[in-house]
């Protein structure tokens, strides 16, 4: 299943050339510890959860996997929004930003035996120093055989 999350960034990386970063999530938004530094707009992947549940318990063991799927966003908001600033049209740059990502994203299938991905919550949540988050999680199942 981690194969999907390389293709994806990959798919990403070709629909929003305007990222500056694409990466596979391993807390760089989340952590104040020595790191290269993150750029913005940036998109992160990670698939936190795989359920598997056993088709064939008997060789070729087959199973079914259904994992989550989450994708951040993250944009560093220089520009002051408040109504009336003159700049509350960078609201709506980043709003189109993440719903670009998420018409990249949304129904991607990547192999004939992977179902295609399908969004199932979004969230956005600032960080401290300006960097506001859109997070999308999406559900996607695969067949496994050994």
Not at 47 to 64: L, Y
Not at 103 to 131: D, M, N
Request: glycine share 4%; net charge negative.
């Amino acid at each position: 299943m981690e194969s999907m999350k390389l293709a994806l960034m990959q798919r990403i990386r070709a629909e929003l050339p305007e990222l500056a970063l694409v990466d596979e999530d391993y807390g760089q938004l989340e952590t104040d510890e020595d790191q290269y530094p993150v750029v913005f707009p940036c998109v992160l992947v990670s698939i936190p959860k795989t359920e598997w549940t056993t088709q064939s318990a008997v060789r070729p063991i087959r199973q079914r996997g259904t994992a989550t799927l989450n994708v951040k966003l993250a944009i560093d908001c220089y520009d002051d929004t408040h109504i009336g600033s003159s700049t509350e049209e960078k609201v709506l740059e980043r709003e189109a930003m993440n719903d670009h990502l998420f018409r990249a994203v949304q129904g991607y299938k990547h192999r004939r035996e992977t179902s295609a991905l399908a969004r199932t919550e979004s969230t956005e949540y600032p960080l401290g120093g300006g960097v506001k988050v859109y997070m999308t999680s999406f559900q996607y199942s695969e067949m496994m055989t050994e």
